[in-house]
């Protein structure tokens, strides 16, 4: 052993076989002195260690050559001021800790901590930990914990194989990590009970659980940091917390990249979210979320949703892609978004709805589904955006509250670019004068008459339509010829017919038209004004004169284009008096009276339009010219998918081409066909494709991400099984059936899915071996009470048809009455019709669906209306979308009876039974667990009592009743807690029976 010089820092060996070393690091410790270094030789060293005096432990050799090991009491524990421990690994096995800082100050340098106990590391009050180059692994627990005010910073560490959590701030624990890496654990930081924290140039990965958690009134700092790969959500904030990220990146969640919830506040800077498969960011209860200079990439549902009170605000941020909405603000939620970007949202770029405000300030909106909507009895406004290039309406008032709409620039929508009540459009310049009729906008120098023929002549097929356009040209250039010749013009109508099947460039053409004619001088301004027919028609006499009047003054100076034209026509579908017609006379009168300032083109299907040309005598000779919209060829289909790709960057193989041909040669043209924008969904849907077969190749470059091959190609539609995907996914069907099998409870209903399941296999197996299909009806009641587990299964049985190939998506719509019923005649065909649309590609979950059949008041039974609109959609689009109706089993027998279409069509019932005592002790049991919490054997017992003995009504409420009692539970243990000075991880953790609150009984 070495010697001892006073006055002189001593160096103390340990090794198990070389003469004069200690044999033991404890005997070491125990002989040496404060400042000393105690150098351990490579071994292994069976011993418990208490480092009680201001030394170094030195481990010699290579990483893992010096080894400490213990089970049970802590491996390492540290009651010194400063202790410095470097080269060491220390395994543990059982008991709660393997390192346990006590008191004072330990560095960890280069070790490695190699636990299967609770908590691989422990620091506590007063106490302060630094760990630099360790790894710490504990896959039968949680990594480092710092509570009650102790504090930490581990620095180039590395955190991988956890059983729960990797780094817990709990009661004023304050952990710092610098260039850490936190992978293959449940989740990567906690933060709750007032914790703080703070990550910097971090990377988490490989989380099966929640990423990030922040709750119970806690602060986290996240900064430069990757979240990716995880199966659940990458931040969670909740309960009056106060997380920041910033400069950081979260990718390939789950769920929700980052959710707000229970009064929380979270701010976002410069932070990517990139393939959330829910949202990319989510508030709600009351909380709030700040997000400037973010980008939003890809979500697989609405990218950003603000409900149930939530605060939004978005400043320079830019939303991409994804499956549902860019921003989404519901129920009584806020948001304000300001000079953001949202391009390319399958559904409205921003949407309000409910009783939500949003109010828009610059950026932009273009490539949408829809651009900006407020629907239901939402409010807010919009100024100085920029909306363009949506398929459908740029920006739509739908709401009967007031929503401002100033300065902005509405232009290329294919809907209406500026729809609000009324069908009103606002001046969008606020100098502009007080007559009412749009003057050309001051571009410098009017268009060129060549270059507009040019744009007509890119327009892909259309030559029909190009040269009926070119013809008129030509006409009213003559007309000027010969009016400078003194010869008298030719009779000459510039009012059109355009007749066709949707999707044709009706709407385009007529936008071209209109700009065509101002350069040739014909118009002032030459704008397009779309209306339809609840644009014109009103509902009482008289209003319908005073509607259609105040859309053709706002034509005034360009055109007016009333689609579905034939409308106007067909009578009134309620049996009243026909509004219809009165428009279409006050629309004669306004033409005649404005000829020379107004051109009139009304638009629909060819047999349609004819019936329309005879309502009115004056109609014929007024439409003197029409222009037939002919069906695109399929190559003329294949050449928009490639314009399509080669403005979002894609290319299309030679053999792709070929096969995109086929598709479109083979489609059917049946009423569902679109042209045009079959062509779009048709390239989005291969986009989907290429997208999941890239998904698990982290390789692919540059070429393999613009390159589409013949497998990204999806079969065709049309099948009695169904319009999915086409490919079966035997895994993933095999692991929802796992998962629909590991629910609690509901024995009839895994059965009757599963019969389900193997029924719409064999169809398809028959289908592929050229047998008859036998018709299968893929519609379901879910009878039964509240909280059963209805719309979990739902989801599942989506997701099962889409791994099956049945369904496009697989995505549950969930509605309820509110959703589909409207407030007057036609508004609910409308509301039904918009809910289904949205599920397209999925399942349409209707909850307490009972409610349509029963009349909600003595007026007009708007709910049959409902019921019947559904009835005809379910048949139109039978392979498109799956229907599940749910409610009590009682009153859904009444539902059923409420048309005679519906038993037909819902030939399949599955029935969900009450929660039996045992097993909502199984939920309590699993949620506790999810949480964090375990129930102790006792507290199981009390709790079979409390679910036995309880009296159970009409409205209990099964698993969220199980859910309840647990949070009364949970609250009943925090205060049983609160008085403890230093609990230990039990006490932290463990329910007991008094913990359980006591069953309400009735007498």
């Known amino acids: 052993m070495t010697s001892r010089m006073t006055g002189v820092r001593s160096v103390l060996g340990v090794s198990p076989t070389e003469p004069d070393c200690f044999r033991t690091v404890g005997d070491a410790i125990s002989s040496a002195r404060d400042g000393d270094v105690i150098a351990v030789r490579p071994g292994v060293y069976p011993e418990s260690i208490v480092l009680d005096r ?43 800790v393997a390192v346990d800082l006590q008191s004072g100050e330990l560095h960890l340098d280069e070790c490695v901590v190699a636990a299967n106990s609770e908590v691989a590391v422990v620091a506590r009050r007063g106490v302060q930990l630094r760990v630099d180059a360790t790894t710490v692994r504990n896959p039968g627990g949680a990594g480092v914990l710092v509570f009650d005010g102790g504090s930490a910073q581990l620095t180039g560490c590395t955190l991988t194989s956890l059983g729960t959590t990797a780094v817990v701030a709990r009661s004023g624990g304050a952990p710092v990590l610098v260039d850490c890496a936190v992978t293959d654990a449940k989740g990567a930081v906690l933060a709750a009970d007032r914790g703080r924290g703070e990550l910097r140039g971090c990377r988490i990965s490989d989380i099966t659980g929640t990423a990030i958690v922040v709750e119970e009134r806690s602060e986290l700092t996240v900064s ?91 400043a320079g941020c830019e939303i991409t892609g994804g499956s549902g909405n860019g921003v989404l603000v519901e129920s009584r939620a806020s948001a304000t978004v300001r000079d953001t970007r949202v391009v390319g949202a399958a559904e409205a770029g921003l949407l309000a709805q409910d009783q939500a405000r949003l109010a828009v300030d610059g950026g932009e909106v273009r490539e949408c589904r829809t651009g900006v909507v407020w629907r239901g009895q939402a409010e807010g406004s919009i100024t100085g955006c920029a909306v363009r290039d949506n398929l459908g309406d740029g920006i739509a008032v739908q709401s009967e509250q007031p929503v401002e709409v100033t300065g902005c620039t509405a232009e290329r929508n294919l809907g209406t670019d500026i729809r609000l009540p009324g069908g009103e459009i606002p001046a969008l310049n606020e100098s502009a004068e007080d007559d009412p009729r749009p003057e050309p906008a001051d571009t410098g120098d009017t268009e060129e008459l060549d270059d507009l023929l040019a744009e007509l002549a890119e327009l892909v097929g259309l030559d029909g339509v190009k040269r009926e356009v070119e013809t008129l040209v030509r006409l009213h250039q003559m007309s000027e010829r010969r009016a400078a010749a003194g010869l008298p ?166 053999e792709t081409r070929s096969a995109l041909h086929a598709y479109f040669t083979n489609l059917p043209r049946d009423a569902a066909f679109g042209n045009g924008r079959t062509a779009r969904k048709v390239f989005e849907e291969m986009l989907g494709r290429q997208a999941y077969r890239l998904a698990d190749d982290p390789t692919a470059g540059h070429v393999a991400l613009t390159r589409l091959l013949p497998d990204d190609l999806g079969p065709l539609p049309g099948s009695s ?59 379901l009641i879910f009878a039964g009470p509240p909280g059963t587990g209805k719309t979990t299964v739902a989801r599942l049985y989506g997701s099962l048809l889409a791994a099956l190939g049945v369904l496009a998506q697989g995505q549950v719509t969930e509605v309820a009455r509110a959703d589909l019923v409207g407030e007057y005649v036609g508004h609910t065909a409308r509301r039904t019709t918009e809910a289904f649309d949205r599920a397209r590609g ?27 609109t559904l009835v005809k959609l379910m048949e139109d689009h039978r392979d498109e979308v799956v229907v599940i109706a749910a409610g009590y089993e009682r009153e859904m027998q009444g539902f059923l009876a409420a048309n005679p279409g519906l038993s037909s069509r819902f030939s399949h019932r599955v029935r969900f039974a009450d929660y039996t005592p045992d097993e909502l002790v199984t939920i ?39 859910r309840q009692v647990l949070d009364e539970a949970i609250a009943n243990h925090a ?17 007991h029976p008094e913990d359980v609150p006591t069953p309400v009984v009735s007498a």
Request: aromatic content about 4%; hydrophobic content about 40%.
């Open 224 to 314: 430069g940091t990757e979240v990716s790969v995880v199966d659940g959500v990458g931040m969670l904030s909740a309960s009056g917390s106060r997380p920041v990220l910033r400069d950081c990146r979260i990718s390939d969640t789950t769920a929700q990249a980052v959710v707000v919830v229970q009064e929380s506040a979270a701010e976002l800077e410069r932070v990517t979210v990139d393939g959330a498969r829910g949202h990319a960011v989510q508030v709600l209860e009351g909380s709030s979320a700040d997000l400037s200079e973010c980008v939003l990439t890809s979500a697989g549902h609405d990218a950003v949703v603000a409900g149930a009170d939530g605060a939004l605000r978005l």
């Open 489 to 654: 013009s030719p009779p000459l109508s510039r009012h059109l017919v355009f007749t066709g099947a949707p999707g044709t460039g009706k709407t385009t053409v007529a936008r071209l038209y209109g700009r065509i004619l101002t350069a040739l001088g014909v118009l002032r301004s030459g704008q397009l004004v779309e209306v339809a027919r609840p644009d014109l028609v009103a509902s009482v006499v008289g209003g319908t004169a005073i509607k259609t009047t105040e859309m053709f003054n706002k034509a005034i100076g360009g055109v007016l284009f009333i689609d579905e034209a034939y409308t106007l026509s067909a009578g009134s579908s309620g049996g009243g008096p026909d509004f219809g017609q009165e428009a279409i006379d006050t629309l004669v009168k306004l033409m005649e009276d404005h000829r020379d300032e107004v051109v009139v083109i009304v638009a629909g299907y060819t047999n349609d339009m004819r019936s329309f040309l005879a309502a009115n005598p004056g109609l014929s000779s007024r439409f003197s010219r029409t222009i037939e919209f002919a069906d695109y060829s399929s190559a003329e289909l294949v050449t928009i998918v490639e314009g399509l790709c080669r403005s979002h960057d894609y290319r299309l193989e030679f």
């Open 721 to 779: 099984v169904g319009a999915g995907a086409g490919r079966v996914d035997e895994e993933r069907i095999e692991q929802l059936l796992g998962t629909l099998q590991g629910l609690v409870g509901l024995d009839e209903v895994k059965s009757e899915v599963s019969a389900m399941v193997d029924l719409l296999t064999s169809a398809r197996r028959r289908q592929a071996a050229g047998l008859p299909v036998p018709s299968v009806s893929r519609h």
């Open 975 to 991: 205060r049983r807690t609160r008085a403890l000075t230093n609990p230990t991880m039990d006490d932290l953790c463990l329910l």
């Open 54 to 96: 201001n030394v170094t432990l030195s481990g010699s050799g290579s990483p893992g050559d010096v080894r400490i090991e213990a089970a049970g009491e802590p491996v390492l524990r540290v009651t010194t001021e400063h202790a410095e421990v470097s080269g060491i690994e220390f395994a543990h096995s059982g008991g709660a």
């Open 842 to 868: 999925g399942v349409l979950f209707i909850d307490e669906a009972y409610t349509l059949s029963s009349s909600q008041g003595s007026g007009h039974d708007f709910g049959r209306e409902a019921i019947d």
């Open 924 to 962: 309590v049991n699993q949620h506790a667990t999810d949480t964090g919490y375990e129930c102790t054997g006792p507290a199981v017992a009390a709790l079979r009592t409390h679910f036995a003995t309880m009296t159970r009504g009409d409205s209990f409420g099964n698993g969220r009743y199980a």
